[in-house]
């Protein structure tokens, strides 16, 4: 899309501030009366020790089609891999070995689409996204912060994904355009087996996960409101009755199809007198990857999205803990494990700055709701969960700082933005359990 130009007439004093911002944010960091200097986005009273990122992987092919409908052409040319999304790496188990096998991606390619592509592969457009993704964290953690090495150094930083192939390419896109392809030894990305998975609800492999929410899932669809609208929306489709669909295929095809630019990108120029800012439009009916939805679904796509969301809210059922425990329990027991040895200082953490955790909607939805500030909103493609741990300068006290899509988020029993580690683990302990626990649980 052409970049549409603003000039300082029309901006007013919005100009003027904006200039003033600029050089602001471009001067050398502040220095306070305490000898501290401040960084952009960092509280100059905290000291950042750690920062843990679980991250969406990109927009994707469908995992099912709408049956019954006008099928999208999902051909190969549209998960071409872009040049600056790519790093030297290598995928291996958690010990360093071969990387394991990967039953769920097997049953992925078993599916091949309408185009000639499999289900749920990465798009060029989601290879973009989380490069995007890596730029912002670079911006703030690098560029902003010097908080980070400007290049891959695998002493510094982790990486972790689900052994699928879209999460797998989606850490690698999010490296390159953290470091800018700039690295010295190649990128190792962790997976494990899938029975051992704690990086999604392992249905599969935890029997208890399976008897609670197998009924959640059925039971989910035939909620009055849900059931009532999805026959109606079955009948505009023109899908046979005996066809099993739900709000959440329904809204996984329509997504895929018509994904819209994640973020707008803004850039702006400044002259003397005159503020010009050139953005690429992003809208929200745009479709990026160039398929057709079927024309029905304009009218219904704000219901699509809110009964999704409902279905998923009624299947992992925060109001009761066993649910979220069994979920992502393991995770978060190990993102608080990962503060702990931090500040005690084993040998395996001195050097470590950086977890980036490369998960699906389904990881980040029951994350959200242990964390108390899921909105009602699936999350989007790239979509991250940060969490940073902060210690203070002068009592040494040490705060986690949690924000989603790169805003800061006061947790339900925090005593603010920074909240004390203690305060965190309170809220985290009614879900937070290892893997030992868990495993004991399922069973």
């Known amino acids: 899309m052409r970049p549409l130009w603003i000039g300082a007439g029309v901006l007013g004093s919005m100009a003027l501030s904006s200039v003033l911002w600029a050089q602001r944010s471009n001067k050398a960091a502040q220095t306070h009366p305490d000898g501290l200097r401040e ?20 927009a994707r092919t469908p995992l099912k089609s709408i049956p019954d409908v006008l099928e999208a052409q999902w051909a190969p040319n549209l998960l071409k891999a872009p040049v600056h999304t790519q790093v030297d790496y290598v995928v291996t188990d958690l010990s360093g070995g071969p990387q394991p096998p990967a039953p769920l991606e097997d049953k992925y ?11 749920g592969q990465l798009t060029t457009l989601g290879m973009q996204q989380l490069y995007d993704l890596g730029e912002r964290l670079r911006k703030t953690y690098i560029e902003d912060f010097p908080f980070l090495t400007p290049y891959f150094s695998p002493a510094e930083v982790l990486v972790r994904s689900t052994n699928i192939v879209r999460t797998i390419e989606s850490a690698r896109c999010l490296v390159a355009g953290l470091f ?26 935890c029997q ?97 999205e809110q009964r999704a969301v409902e279905m998923m809210y009624h299947i992992y059922e925060p109001s009761k803990a066993k649910s979220l425990q069994l979920s992502v329990g393991p995770l978060l027991h190990a993102l ?22 490369s998960v699906h909607d389904t990881t980040l939805m029951p994350c959200l709701m242990a964390l108390g500030i899921f909105d009602m909103k699936w999350p989007p493609f790239a979509a991250d969960i940060t969490l940073e741990l902060h210690q203070h300068r002068k009592t040494k006290e040490a705060f986690v700082k949690v924000s989603y899509v790169g805003k800061d988020q006061l947790l339900p029993g925090c005593s603010g933005i920074y909240c004390p580690l203690e305060e965190f683990k309170k809220v985290m302990s009614a879900y937070a359990v290892s893997f030992d626990h868990y495993r004991s649980l399922c069973k």
């Open 109 to 119: 390619r078993a599916k091949i689409l309408s185009g000639g592509t499999f289900s």
């Open 336 to 357: 608080i494990s990962n503060i702990e040895d931090k500040i005690q200082g084993m040998p395996s953490a001195r050097s470590r700055k950086l977890f980036l955790y």
């Open 180 to 205: 800018q392809q700039k690295q010295k030894d190649p990128v190792t990305i962790l997976t494990t087996e899938a029975e051992n998975e704690i990086l999604y609800p392992n249905y599969d492999s």
């Open 39 to 58: 960084s952009r986005g960092q509280d100059v009273h905290y000291e950042l020790k750690l920062v843990q990122v679980l991250f969406r992987h990109g």
């Open 208 to 304: 208890l996960l399976k008897l609670l929410g197998g009924p959640r899932w059925a039971e989910s669809s035939k909620l009055p409101d849900i059931a009532a609208d999805l026959r109606n929306i079955q009948s505009d489709l023109g899908i046979t009755a005996h066809q099993k669909v739900d709000f959440v295929v329904i809204r996984d095809d329509m997504i895929a199809r018509e994904v819209p630019f994640p973020r707008s990108k803004i850039h702006a120029v400044f002259f003397s007198e005159f503020i010009f800012v050139t953005t690429h439009l992003s809208l929200c009916s745009l479709q990026v990857h160039g398929l057709p939805s079927p024309p029905v679904l304009d009218r219904w796509r704000s219901t699509v």
